[in-house]
């Protein structure tokens, strides 16, 4: 370990880092809170963002946390409250330069667990997910925060995954999950282009999607499993086709990794860490475990929910493990958390506590 940070509070964002600086977002007795620190683990700002959300389930009482990770952009940090205040903070200062009610402006309900998307930046606008009356996915200007187009055609409520962009079809399409389905929108228009069922026994769909190729892969736990969707152009519009479908990895919220072809991460009722064929969907290996993972280098980084961090080698021949080490806990609850691998240093974060580690150095420098 070269370094710790405590005093976040409750959460499970994970960190984003730019320009010298990482974010990310936790809460106390009454509020979500967003932080700034330097590379060395010194405080540069802390600031509000709304009132932290409670669940109202006694036996989910760990769950309480901010959710969100900042994303950053041109000198701008922009997060969502777990109970849908949206906010643009100067990422120097702290000072906040607009903010946004989705709930109230787009009639939307609060998500079962609260909203859990890390909002999505390319060029000069914004987008996430309000799963509103009047907006289920939407566009903003980033400058300011000013509505651009509004999607009201989705389906179901709030998913808790992160929206994802990409070049296919002659569109340049965003998608992401919602509680009962996977879509796509044209992002220059809002136009929904295609839509298909997807919804597990709890309707709260979590891990993002991925795009490779002209196919769409997406996973989802409580048995649902994954499957991969083939988008064929159709004269002007996108048809999507199953190319395959599994109950293997029903990934819950750890993420999945694709990799050469291959897919890589944990099962919920199919328990253990996989490596599954992209084309195919074949198990090339299976191991146990479960938690979240990140790729660097040809290693494969997996932190299970007890806290145990493995690093792995990123082949699909076996599950060959390099090491492994116990991450401290930061408070009561899982390590949901996803890591993070960037500038050479592995960054875990667990409730009120995050750890970094830096391979490089000896042991006596740590």
């Known amino acids: 370990?070269?370094?710790?940070?405590?005093?976040?509070?409750?959460?499970?964002?994970?960190?984003?880092?730019a320009e010298g600086y990482l974010f990310t977002s936790g809460i106390d007795t009454q509020h979500?809170?967003?932080?700034?620190?330097?590379?060395?683990?010194?405080?540069?700002?802390k600031k509000t963002n709304g009132s932290s959300w409670e669940t109202e389930m006694p036996w989910a009482r760990t769950y309480n946390g901010a959710r969100c990770t900042p994303t950053y952009s041109e000198g701008i940090v922009y997060h969502l409250g777990e109970l849908g205040r949206l906010a643009a903070f100067d990422a120097r200062s702290g000072n906040e330069v607009w903010s946004i009610e989705l709930r109230e402006q787009f009639e939307a309900e609060i998500p079962e667990y609260g909203y859990s998307e890390s909002v999505h930046v390319e060029g000069d606008r914004l987008y996430c997910c309000p799963a509103g009356k009047k907006g289920f996915l939407i566009c903003l200007n980033k400058?300011?925060?000013?509505l651009i187009w509004a999607n009201s055609e989705i389906s179901g409520t709030a998913g808790f995954s992160s929206l994802i962009i990409f070049d296919h079809g002659g569109f340049r399409q965003?998608?992401?999950?919602?509680?009962?389905?996977?879509?796509?929108?044209?992002?220059?228009?809002?136009?929904?282009?295609?839509q298909v069922d997807y919804e597990n026994s709890r309707s709260n769909n979590v891990s993002d999607p991925i795009y490779h190729n002209g196919y769409l892969f997406a996973s989802s736990g409580y048995g649902k499993g994954c499957i991969l969707l083939k988008l064929n152009v159709a004269g002007n519009g996108i048809t999507p086709e199953t190319a395959w479908q599994t109950e293997l990895m029903d990934n819950h919220h750890g993420g999945v990794i694709l990799h050469n072809e291959y897919l890589y991460g944990s099962g919920h009722n199919a328990r253990g860490w996989f490596c599954l064929d992209l084309k195919t969907g074949k198990e090339m290996w299976n191991t146990g475990g479960k938690g979240s993972v990140t790729y660097a280098d040809?290693?494969?980084?997996?932190?299970?929910?007890?806290?145990?961090?493995t690093l792995v080698k990123a082949t699909s021949e076996k599950y060959e493990p390099v090491s492994t080490?116990?991450?401290p806990e930061g408070g009561e609850g899982m390590h949901w958390a996803h890591p993070v691998v960037c500038g050479a240093r592995l960054y875990i974060r667990h409730k009120d506590k995050l750890c970094v580690y830096n391979p490089s150095l000896p042991p006596y420098f740590a």
Request: no cysteine; charged share 10%; aromatic share 16%.
């Open 325 to 327: 080490f116990q991450v």
């Open 174 to 194: 965003i998608a992401g999950l919602s509680s009962n389905s996977i879509f796509g929108v044209d992002l220059n228009t809002g136009k929904l282009l295609w």
């Open 32 to 45: 979500t809170l967003v932080f700034a620190y330097d590379l060395y683990g010194k405080l540069v700002w």
């Open 298 to 309: 040809q290693m494969l980084y997996f932190l299970n929910e007890r806290g145990i961090m």
């Open 143 to 146: 400058q300011n925060g000013r």
């Open 1 to 17: 370990m070269l370094w710790s940070i405590s005093g976040l509070g409750k959460g499970y964002s994970t960190v984003s880092i």
